[in-house]
C-alpha cells in the first residue's frame, strides 16, 4: 500500500500553481491546453482548473470576479481570492505553459502507472498471471498514447499537401512577400518555419528595410505583422512608418514643421497604417519567452492569416542567467530558441542582427558571414541570411548613392546573390529600382 507521503510524491504542487497561473493570466491557453482537472491534485487545483474550464466553455470571460461567482459560497474550495491573486503574481510570462503542460502530464502519467501496477500485483495472487501480464501491458501501453502527442509520423498527409501546392502553382511566391519583386524572385518570398537574419553596420537601414517590410506585408490581408522593438519605442516606429507610408519628409516629422500639403499626406498615412494586421511590442530587454508568448497570442488573434515576426534586433534580446559572462553561449541560445519558436508556431521569424567591426578593417566592405557578432550558432540556425550594403555609407561620392545591395550570403533552399534597391532616404523607404523615379 503507497503511504499518504508517496502519493504526495507523485504530484508536483509546483508546476500545477505556475500552470494555473498561466491560465488566469492567459484564458484563451484554456482551448488548446491538453491537461484535464483529473491531471491535478485533488482538491483546490482540481476545483479551480474544472471551474476555469467550465466558464470558458460557457463563453464568460474569466476574471476574478467571475470565478468566484461560478464557486459561490465553496470559494474556499479554490483557494479563496487570495490564492487566486497569488497564483496570477506568480507567473512573469505565459511563454513556459507547455513545458508546465508536460510536466503535469508526467506526473499524471506516473500516478496512472503506479495504480496499474498495483492492479498486476494484487490481480497475481489470483489469476492467471499470462493473463494479469498481457491485461498489464495493454494498460501500460494504452497509458503511453494518451499522454503523448497526436504525431505518429504518417507521411501521407504532407505527400498531399505537396501534390496539391504543386498542383495550384502561385507563381514565383510560395511565402510572404517582401514587396520587392527582386528579392522575392530570389527568395520566393519568406517561409513560414524560417529563421531570417539581416545583418548590417549601425546607421546602413536595416530598420527601415524592415519596417518597409512590415508595411508591405500588413497591409495585405492574408498576412499580419508583429515587430518587436527592442530598441526604439513604438512612437519613433510609427513616425518612420507614416514618413514612409506618406512620402513625408522625416526631418520634417521629426522637428514638426510639416508642410502644408504634408498634413494632407499624413491623414492618408494615418489611415492606412491604422488599417494594417500590425502590432508593435517595444519593452526593451525582453527574453525569448516573452516573444513567444505575444507570437502565440497573435496566432490565436489573427486565426488563419500568416504571421511575419520581426525582431529588431538579436543582439538585445536577454539571455538566460545560466549564461551571464559568456556572450557567445548566451546569443546561441537565443538564436536556437528564436528557430524552434518559428517552427512550433509555423510562423517566419525575422531578426535583425548587428555587424562586428571587422568589416570596417577591409578593402572591400561588403559583409560576410563571420561579420556577425557571435556568428556560429546564428549561422547554423538561419535558413537566409541577408546583408544590407550601401556604398555611399562608406565612399561619399560613390556612384551608386542611395542604392542599397541586399546580400543574400545564404539561403537553405534556394539561391544566393545580390538584389539592388533604391533607398530614399527622406523617406525612409526603399523601392524596386525600376520604379525608382515614380515618386
Known amino acids: 500500500m503507497q503511504t499518504a507521503t508517496e502519493d504526495l510524491l507523485l504530484f508536483n504542487l509546483e508546476a500545477e500553481q505556475f500552470f494555473l497561473g498561466i491560465m488566469l493570466t492567459d484564458p484563451d491557453l484554456l482551448k488548446v491546453t491538453r491537461i484535464k482537472p483529473h491531471h491535478l491534485s485533488p482538491g483546490k487545483h482540481y476545483n479551480l482548473l474544472w471551474a476555469l474550464q467550465d466558464l470558458d466553455v460557457k463563453g464568460i470571460q474569466i476574471d476574478a470576479v467571475s470565478i468566484l461567482e461560478r464557486v459561490g459560497h465553496k470559494a474556499d474550495r479554490i483557494g479563496g481570492a487570495s490564492y487566486l491573486n497569488e497564483l496570477r503574481m506568480s507567473v512573469p510570462t505565459t511563454a513556459n505553459y507547455g513545458f508546465y503542460e508536460k510536466v503535469l502530464l508526467e506526473y499524471w502519467q506516473k500516478r496512472e502507472a503506479v495504480q496499474i501496477a498495483n492492479k498486476i500485483k494484487e490481480a497475481s ?43 495550384s502553382p502561385s507563381g514565383d511566391l510560395t511565402g510572404i512577400p517582401s514587396g520587392f519583386a527582386e528579392l522575392d524572385r530570389m527568395t520566393s518570398g519568406f517561409q513560414k ?26 497591409q495585405n490581408d492574408d498576412y499580419a505583422v508583429g515587430i518587436f522593438s527592442l530598441e526604439m519605442s513604438m512612437e519613433m516606429l510609427l513616425m518612420r512608418m507614416l514618413s514612409s507610408s506618406g512620402n513625408i519628409d522625416a526631418q520634417n516629422m521629426r522637428t514638426r514643421k510639416l508642410a502644408d500639403a504634408e498634413w494632407t499626406k499624413l491623414t492618408y498615412a494615418l489611415g492606412k497604417v491604422s488599417n494594417m494586421n500590425l502590432n508593435i511590442f517595444d519593452k526593451p530587454g525582453v527574453t525569448v519567452n516573452e516573444i513567444w508568448a505575444k507570437a502565440r497570442k497573435m496566432k490565436r488573434f489573427y486565426g488563419e492569416r500568416k504571421i511575419l515576426i520581426i525582431i529588431d534586433y538579436l543582439q538585445l534580446i536577454t539571455g538566460s542567467a545560466k549564461h551571464r559572462g559568456n556572450r557567445t553561449q548566451e546569443i546561441s541560445e537565443i538564436s536556437r530558441m528564436l528557430k524552434h519558436m518559428a517552427r512550433e508556431l509555423d510562423v517566419c521569424v525575422i531578426a535583425l542582427s548587428q555587424l562586428s567591426r571587422a568589416v570596417e578593417q577591409r578593402q572591400d566592405k561588403r559583409p560576410m558571414m563571420s561579420d556577425i557578432r557571435e556568428s556560429g550558432q546564428i549561422e547554423q540556425d538561419a535558413d537566409v541570411i541577408g546583408f544590407l550594403y550601401r556604398d555611399d ?40 529600382l525600376e520604379r525608382r523615379y515614380d515618386r
Do not use: W
Open 393 to 432: 555609407y562608406y565612399n561619399k561620392d560613390s556612384e551608386d548613392k542611395n542604392i542599397i545591395e541586399i546580400i543574400i550570403g545564404k539561403q537553405r533552399n534556394g539561391p544566393t546573390g545580390t538584389v539592388q534597391l533604391a533607398f530614399v532616404k527622406e523617406y525612409g523607404s526603399f523601392v524596386n
Open 125 to 167: 495472487m489470483n489469476d492467471d498471471p499470462a493473463q494479469v501480464i498481457q491485461t498489464g501491458i495493454n494498460e501500460l501501453m494504452q497509458l503511453e498514447d494518451i499522454s503523448g502527442d497526436d504525431d505518429d509520423g504518417s507521411i501521407k498527409d504532407v505527400l498531399h499537401d505537396i501534390y496539391e501546392n504543386l498542383s
Open 193 to 218: 518555419q524560417d529563421l531570417v537574419i539581416i545583418a548590417a553596420r549601425p546607421s546602413v537601414g536595416k530598420t527601415a528595410f524592415c519596417l518597409n517590410i512590415a508595411q508591405q506585408v500588413s
